[in-house]
């Protein structure tokens, strides 16, 4: 099972960007994933999840702002960020949470 994140880059505060994780090898679909993200000198937190039913959830400092969606057939997770803050820079991970596998992390940067 592979994990592909892709979306990040460098924005203005204010901005949006959309990340993608696409899951390939697996034969149990995408399941439930999760965004995480880890900034210079801190631990990785969870930013948003999405289960195998669409359920969501959110990081408080995020709620509100970002977005985590599914496309089952392309087996893309999205997650759709808008008023980005300097704050909100960082290395995104995706995981799939069966297994645990992560991906290889975007850097998403949020310039003031």
């Known amino acids: 099972v592979q994990l592909q994140a892709s979306g990040g880059g460098l924005v203005q505060a204010g901005g949006s960007l959309r990340l993608s994780c696409v899951v390939s090898?697996?034969?149990?679909?995408?399941?439930?994933i999760g965004w995480y993200r880890q900034a210079p000198g801190k631990q990785r937190e969870l930013v948003a999840r999405?289960?195998?039913?669409?359920?969501?959830d959110y990081a408080d400092s995020v709620k509100g702002r970002f977005t985590i969606s599914r496309d089952n057939a392309k087996n893309t997770v999205y997650l759709q960020m808008n008023s980005l803050k300097p704050e909100d820079t960082a290395v995104y991970y995706c995981?799939?949470?069966?297994?645990?596998?992560w991906g290889q992390g975007t850097q998403v940067t949020v310039s003031s």
């Open positions: 999405i289960t195998s039913g669409g359920s969501t």
């Open positions: 995981k799939r949470y069966i297994g645990g596998y």
């Open positions: 090898g697996s034969t149990l679909g995408i399941n439930a």
